[in-house]
């Protein structure tokens, strides 16, 4: 069972991750992308996630949440897609060394495609 936190605080994608994995199988956990604070630091640490859904907008503060996630000791290796309905947002994704990216709106099977590879290294890893 993979842990999965997605950043995000549009209603629609927390919707679109909700209903695109299959929460029996895995936990995902909501968080807010608007403010990097020490509890948000705090709860990353604990919940020590095995992916990352970190959507962009120009409301929020996430490109610093971006290089704390990269800086963390607990999430510097976990694979970090970028979720975004921003036109520049494959090129975002490669200037900052994320994993993957997400176009919004996305359906369900594109949601599977982009976490698929690092649910199945996460599997493998537990069953090693």
């Known amino acids: 069972m993979a842990r999965i936190i997605c950043f995000s605080d ?4 927390i919707h679109a991750v909700q ?3 299959d929460q029996s199988k895995h936990t995902i956990h909501l968080l807010s992308a608007s403010r990097l604070n020490g509890e948000l630091r705090e709860t990353v640490a604990r919940l020590a996630p095995d992916i990352i859904l970190l959507e962009l907008s120009h409301a929020t503060d996430n490109p610093h949440l971006y290089f704390f996630l990269r800086a963390n000791g607990a999430t510097r290796n976990t694979p970090i897609i970028l979720v975004s309905a921003g036109h520049r947002l494959a090129q975002q994704a ?6 993957g990216f997400l176009q919004r709106p ?23």
């Not at 549009?10 to 994608?13: D, F, K, L, N, T």
């Not at 599977?112 to 537990?126: I, M, R, T």
């Open 106 to 128: 996305f359906a369900s099977a594109q949601l599977l495609d982009a976490v698929s590879p690092y649910l199945a290294l996460q599997q493998a890893c537990v069953a090693a």
């Open 94 to 99: 490669e200037v900052l060394g994320a994993d």
């Open 19 to 21: 209903q695109g994995i």
């Open 10 to 13: 549009s209603a629609a994608v």
